[in-house]
């Protein structure tokens, strides 16, 4: 079979209480393994920054961060909208891809957000839309990305 192949995956996450009220701490680790010559679906989560990491036979990625609270505004408008916690954060990420070829790369990024939790309509479940402003040392430049999810995404 030309297309067949497989692939192997595994991660780590380790959150922390941090040292102020409702802050954590984490460190997430995860390695991946792709062979043959179909194109899977990336197992580890991209980095901060970097849209496009696929393509690639191997990858060991880490991930380092912290998310504090800023201010606790509870402000209410009408029925429809909640603000209930404004929050920062800071993350550090980096993989090796294709380690065991000569033309392996490093990709690193830092990375800052603040957020809201906001309430919709009264809902349980808040969403968190915010903002993420990352450096990557692929283009050694600025780039800012709308969130819609929660804090560090997934790994």
């Known amino acids: 079979d030309e297309l067949g192949g497989f692939q ?5 996450s380790f959150y922390q209480p941090g040292l102020l009220k409702h802050s954590i701490r984490l460190m997430r680790f ?6 043959g010559r179909k194109i899977y679906e990336p197992y580890l989560s991209p980095i901060r920054g970097i849209f496009l990491m696929s393509g ?3 990858a060991v990625k880490g991930s380092v961060g912290s998310v504090v609270p800023i201010a606790y505004p509870d402000l ?3 029925p429809f909208l909640y603000f209930q916690r404004l929050k920062g954060g800071f993350f550090f990420d980096f993989a090796y ?10 990709l690193a990024s830092a990375s800052v957000e603040v957020a809201v939790d ?7 479940i808040p969403f968190e839309p915010g903002i993420r402003l990352s450096y990557t ?6 780039s800012i990305t709308f969130l ?3 804090f560090g995404g997934e790994f």
């Open 8 to 12: 192997f995956g595994s991660a780590f």
């Open 30 to 35: 995860g390695a991946e393994l792709n062979s």
């Open 56 to 58: 690639y036979s191997s």
């Open 76 to 78: 209410r408008i009408g």
């Open 97 to 106: 891809i294709n380690a065991e070829s000569p033309d392996g790369q490093l």
């Open 118 to 124: 906001v309430n919709l309509m009264r809902f349980y």
């Open 137 to 142: 040392n692929q283009s050694n430049l600025l």
């Open 148 to 150: 819609l999810y929660n």
